[in-house]
């Protein structure tokens, strides 16, 4: 079966994924990165996201090669700009920047991407990508010249979402941005998560299982940690539990 295809059975029986993000620009050395690998195997992490919305470094595609040889775990390219290309992942989160208005990173870097796409074997994953606003400017909202949405403006978000989905992107991403203070309100995802019914990605500032969880409970169905790993490794082991529970009690009631 496709990720995607993955993704909506998943969704459709209300079950959970975890998804761990790996700035190749914070990797310095490959022992660290294999504890981290180690760590997403123990804890049965569902995908690896790798991507950054500045890389300074030559690490992207090494990073990429020793996570397909050392873990089974399905490598989804998660793109800050269109030279974030390695046909050795398994898929790439094609974003379209819909929560901003500049057209670079609505349209204008997937014309860039195409014909590099079309060549790979990369599965697509087309999706709405949606910054919401978390207090200090984040390197993706800066980087990509855009404002994030309001985060007490839910009709707002809701309405993205929609024109999002209706445009026919098969996944939504509310991103608060990464190392964000504030993840987002659990008002915007039940929102989002009522107007829609793809694939619902939520990440940025979940640095804490009761942050985590109020994300779980609003509607999120793949929950992203990025930073938070490199400061509190429980806090992987206690976000896979409480998902694998949640997942194994769907299953009781089958
Ligand atoms: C068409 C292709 C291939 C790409 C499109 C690219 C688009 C539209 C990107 C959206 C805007 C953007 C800059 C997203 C960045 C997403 C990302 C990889 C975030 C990871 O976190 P960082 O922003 O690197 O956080 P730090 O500041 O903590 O490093
Ligand atoms: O690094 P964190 O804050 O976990 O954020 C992950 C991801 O959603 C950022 O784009
Ligand atoms: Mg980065």
Redesign the pocket.
Known sequence: MSLLGQLEKNKACNKKSLAV?I?P??IDEVTHLMQTLHLCVENRVDYIFV????ITNDNFSKVIALIKSNTDIPVLI?????I??DSNADG?L????ISGRNPE?LIG??V??API?KKSKLEIIPMG?MLVNSGPA???SY??NTTPIPSDKTTIAACTAMAGEMLGLKTIYL?A???ALTPIPQKIITKVSRSTSVPLVVGGGLNSISKVNLALEAGADVIVI??ALEKDQNLLIEVSEKIHSMNAALDVHQ
Do not use: C, E, R
Request: glycine share 16%; hydrophobic share 35%.
């Open positions: 993000l700035d620009d914070k991507g950054g919305s500045l998660f793109p800050g700009n269109n974030q290309i790439i094609l974003l379209s920047l990173f870097q997937h860039l991407a796409l990508y984040t390197s993706a980087m990509s991103d941005g990464s190392g990025g930073n």
